[in-house]
């Protein structure tokens, strides 16, 4: 792992710790704001729960405790607001980059993200919190702009590889954050902060702690993460051809490094310009289905199993940590030989293979159900190390690469520009995961889980059938 590398790896860790440790929080955020404000019928929160129930109760009543439905629903579409935000936001942050400098844009998102950590923690009443998680929401350019980082300084030989550190950050960090964040989520401040006279949120201590991360993270990048844009890639000896240019791996889908520069060269830019808007169709509707399956989780877990928050965060730890091995010791050694786009399908098959199972549950005994569970999140952690990555690979072999072979700075076009082509990436798949979670959860309601697995798993079928021909086409 190249100097570059490791700094990104290492901001990436300091940074998705500090947005994973709030997310087991947001249903006892809620629940505590809903308390506090109870008193206040035409607040906003008291309006805001009154709307979600009344388009829950038009797909679902439920049998009992029906505000806690209503509580989990809620923290569902402030996720789906978070990500339609950055749909929004990734594609200027992306075209800022390539104007301005990753180093520059990316330090400037930091800033809004350390502002939101402030106001989350000052935070007293609901319309202050949705404030923090609005201005994170603009704010979180983080991975984008290390995913284009990345591809600044590495070849389209060896990319793939790099980049699979971004999903190793992300699984290690939806480990340990989450636990991290309940249990200081039930530790108090400082004696001498509570009693400054200053009114702080009710978990202070996680927002303080994910404050000084972002804080740390910012200070690191200034120090020691240099400028990319535009600077030549690096190559690795042992990736360098040994022959004239080619390789055997060419009907993979693989290419060494000169003759895989040489490939994306060739192709017109009208051809890259299509294969990018099928990678990004690629990555809206996998998003889309697979962002509803992780949301409707809790559901069926509480349904059946009446299973509680330790419970489920054990489940999603499990599949965190298969995740990380398997891309660890998997994923970036097979993906150069297999290639970014049959990669993908794979993950798509385990999605679907998946939620075949997760179908089955609510059919079948308590142990049978128990055991189709465990396998579905074992086919859920291939997915999650697989598909993401590959089609984000992929998506940046197509971008101009700023530099030509002799170190030369080269035209590109603006929509191949990396920054504004990974960021218009990005936004397809956050666009998936804002709806995604409102479909599954009125498919839920309406027809049960078992259809909406089941349809859910034809949809998958069907993506990855789709996907021989962007395959075929690549390794044309």
Same mark, same amino acid.
């Given at each position: 792992?190249? &100097?570059? *590398?490791?700094?990104?790896?290492?901001?990436?860790?300091?940074?998705?710790?500090?947005?994973?440790?709030?997310?087991?929080?947001?249903?006892?955020?809620? !629940?505590?704001?809903?308390?506090? /404000?109870? $008193?206040?019928?035409?607040?906003?929160?008291?309006?805001?729960?009154?709307?979600?129930? #009344?388009?829950?109760?038009?797909?679902?009543?439920?049998?009992?405790?029906?505000?806690?439905?209503?509580?989990?629903?809620?923290?569902?579409?402030?996720?789906?607001?978070? $990500?339609?935000?950055?749909?929004?936001?990734?594609?200027?942050?992306?075209?800022?980059?390539?104007?301005?400098?990753? &180093?520059?844009?990316?330090?400037?998102?930091?800033?809004?993200?350390?502002?939101?950590?402030?106001?989350?923690?000052? $935070?007293?009443?609901?319309?202050?919190?949705?404030?923090?998680? @609005?201005?994170?929401?603009?704010?979180?350019?983080?991975?984008?702009?290390?995913?284009?980082?990345?591809?600044? =300084?590495?070849?389209?030989?060896?990319? $793939?590889?790099?980049?699979?550190? @971004?999903?190793?950050?992300?699984?290690?960090?939806?480990? =340990?954050?989450?636990? =991290?964040?309940?249990?200081?989520?039930?530790?108090?401040?400082?004696?001498?902060? /509570?009693?400054?006279?200053?009114?702080?949120?009710?978990?202070?201590?996680?927002?303080?702690?994910?404050?000084?991360?972002?804080?740390?993270?910012?200070?690191?990048?200034?120090?020691?993460?240099?400028?990319?844009? %535009? &600077?030549?890639?690096? @190559?690795?000896?042992? !990736?360098?051809?040994?022959?004239?240019?080619?390789?055997?791996?060419?009907?993979?889908?693989?290419?060494?490094? %000169?003759?895989?520069?040489?490939?994306?060269?060739?192709?017109?830019? *009208?051809?890259?310009?299509?294969?990018?808007?099928?990678?990004?169709?690629?990555?809206?509707?996998?998003?889309?289905?697979?962002?509803?399956?992780?949301?409707?989780?809790?559901?069926?877990?509480?349904?059946?199993?009446?299973?509680?928050?330790?419970?489920?965060?054990?489940?999603?730890?499990?599949?965190?940590?298969?995740?990380?091995?398997?891309?660890?010791?998997?994923?970036?050694?097979?993906?150069?030989?297999?290639? !970014?786009?049959?990669?993908?399908?794979?993950?798509?098959?385990?999605?679907?293979?998946?939620? @075949?199972?997760?179908?089955?549950?609510?059919?079948?005994?308590?142990?049978? #159900?128990?055991?189709?569970?465990?396998?579905?999140?074992?086919?859920?952690?291939?997915?999650?190390?697989?598909?993401?990555? #590959?089609?984000?690979?992929?998506?940046?072999?197509?971008?101009?690469?700023?530099?030509?072979?002799?170190?030369?700075?080269? *035209? /590109?076009?603006?929509?191949?520009?990396?920054?504004?082509?990974?960021?218009?990436?990005?936004?397809?798949?956050?666009?998936?995961?804002?709806?995604?979670?409102?479909?599954?959860?009125?498919?839920?309601?309406?027809? %049960?889980?078992?259809?909406?697995?089941?349809?859910?798993?034809?949809?998958?079928?069907?993506?990855?059938?789709?996907?021989?021909?962007?395959?075929?086409?690549?390794? /044309?």
């Amino acid at each position: 792992m190249g &100097k570059v *590398e490791r700094v990104v790896f290492l901001s990436l860790v300091l940074d998705l710790f500090a947005f994973t440790i709030p997310l087991p929080l947001f249903p006892r955020i809620i !629940e505590w704001y809903t308390k506090r /404000e109870a $008193s206040d019928p035409s607040g906003f929160l008291s309006q805001t729960l009154h709307l979600v129930s #009344s388009i829950r109760g038009l797909f679902y009543q439920p049998k009992s405790n029906p505000q806690r439905w209503d509580i989990v629903l809620l923290g569902g579409l402030m996720g789906s607001v978070f $990500s339609a935000l950055q749909w929004f936001i990734s594609p200027r942050l992306g075209s800022l980059s390539d104007k301005y400098g990753r &180093k520059r844009i990316l330090l400037l998102t930091m800033i809004g993200n350390i502002l939101s950590a402030l106001v989350w923690l000052k $935070s007293t009443t609901f319309a202050t919190y949705l404030l923090s998680r @609005v201005i994170g929401g603009l704010s979180e350019g983080n991975v984008q702009l290390a995913i284009a980082i990345l591809s600044d =300084i590495t070849t389209p030989a060896n990319r $793939s590889k790099a980049l699979a550190h @971004v999903g190793i950050a992300f699984a290690i960090c939806f480990c =340990i954050g989450p636990p =991290i964040g309940a249990y200081f989520a039930s530790r108090p401040l400082l004696s001498t902060l /509570e009693t400054s006279g200053i009114q702080w949120n009710v978990y202070a201590t996680p927002a303080l702690i994910t404050l000084v991360l972002l804080v740390a993270e910012t200070i690191f990048l200034m120090v020691a993460l240099p400028e990319t844009r %535009g &600077k030549k890639a690096y @190559v690795d000896s042992a !990736e360098k051809p040994k022959t004239n240019g080619t390789s055997n791996g060419k009907a993979n889908g693989t290419t060494t490094n %000169g003759s895989t520069q040489k490939l994306t060269r060739a192709q017109s830019v *009208e051809q890259r310009l299509d294969m990018l808007a099928k990678l990004r169709r690629l990555h809206f509707l996998f998003l889309g289905i697979f962002s509803g399956v992780e949301f409707t989780l809790t559901f069926l877990t509480f349904d059946l199993f009446d299973w509680n928050n330790k419970q489920n965060g054990a489940l999603i730890g499990s599949i965190g940590i298969i995740s990380a091995l398997l891309q660890g010791g998997y994923v970036r050694r097979a993906l150069p030989k297999v290639g !970014e786009v049959n990669m993908a399908r794979r993950g798509i098959s385990a999605c679907a293979l998946g939620l @075949v199972l997760l179908a089955l549950v609510p059919r079948t005994g308590l142990t049978a #159900s128990v055991r189709f569970l465990q396998g579905a999140a074992v086919c859920m952690a291939f997915t999650s190390a697989t598909v993401v990555n #590959s089609l984000t690979a992929s998506a940046s072999v197509q971008c101009d690469e700023q530099v030509g072979a002799d170190g030369a700075a080269t *035209e /590109e076009h603006p929509q191949l520009a990396k920054g504004t082509a990974l960021g218009r990436f990005r936004s397809s798949g956050q666009l998936g995961r804002a709806i995604g979670p409102l479909l599954a959860c009125a498919s839920y309601w309406t027809v %049960g889980p078992s259809v909406t697995y089941a349809v859910g798993a034809v949809a998958m079928f069907a993506l990855s059938t789709s996907m021989r021909s962007v395959a075929r086409r690549k390794t /044309e």
